[in-house]
């Protein structure tokens, strides 16, 4: 089983619209966790840590639940240069070490 | 300030060759990630180094090898190159040490080696 589980997509949502993705990780023990956005052919980059509370950065809103080990990024008001992967990432320890990133959930936002 | 810098952009390579891949740290990060990014797979963590030392490796064969250099940089090196080694291969850096990194992974655009 991998570690980090995403709905690969397509998502293809119209500009303005909600969009909320999921993901699921299969070690209880994990302590850290993010989302990493990538555009075509681009390298990574941090999106947003996530929190327990919950955070948020704008139009964007992560939220984790330990209980059901998932965690879920929502953007409101869809803008086109949203368009891009997104990845869920899921550490063992508090920081850099031992992440794990699932494979990516694709975005595609309309114009 | 620059940022994560890797070489070659692209390499071709044939099955069986070697293949060394090459990054350079932002300034002030220790520790280098390694990571295999193949289609469909997403990003497959291969090795981490910090302070010159190999801290962790990924579920990867021991072909998979590399180094960090005094001066931090990283070589990564793929011996006996077979066709499913195609991919991206990313490097990354943080800072090192837990209180001071904030688990953000600053990435290199990557060097994409084709096997044929």
């Known amino acids: 089983r991998k570690e980090v589980e995403q709905d690969p997509g397509p998502f293809n949502v119209p500009e303005g619209a909600t969009v909320a993705f999921n993901c699921t990780y299969s070690n209880s023990a994990s302590q850290s966790f993010f989302w990493y956005r990538q555009d075509c052919r681009k390298e990574p980059k941090l999106l947003m840590s996530v929190y327990s509370s919950g955070n948020e950065d704008g139009r964007f809103t992560a939220q984790l639940n330990r209980a059901s080990q998932y965690i879920s990024l929502l953007i409101r008001d869809s803008k086109l240069s949203d368009s891009a992967t997104y990845l869920c990432?899921?550490?063992?320890?508090?920081?850099?070490?031992?992440?794990?990133f699932g494979t990516g959930t694709r975005l595609t936002v309309i114009p | 300030e620059a940022g994560v810098t890797q070489s070659p952009t692209h390499l071709i390579k044939t099955r069986g060759q070697q293949a060394t891949l090459r990054c350079s740290p932002i300034?002030?990060?220790?520790?280098v990630y390694w990571y295999q990014q193949a289609l469909g797979l997403g990003l497959q963590f291969l090795l981490w180094?910090?302070?010159?030392?190999?801290?962790n490796r990924g579920n990867f064969p021991p072909r998979f090898s590399g180094r960090q250099f005094p001066n931090y940089s990283s070589e990564l090196n793929v011996n006996a190159l077979e066709l499913e080694d195609s991919a991206l291969y990313l490097c990354?850096?943080?800072?090192?040490?837990?209180?001071?990194?904030?688990?953000?992974?600053?990435f290199g655009e990557g060097s994409r080696l084709t096997v044929l």
């Open positions: 990354a850096s943080s800072r090192t040490g837990t209180s001071r990194n904030t688990g953000e992974l600053f």
């Open positions: 300034s002030g990060h220790t520790s």
């Open positions: 180094y910090d302070e010159g030392e190999e801290r």
């Open positions: 990432v899921a550490g063992r320890q508090t920081g850099a070490n031992n992440l794990f």
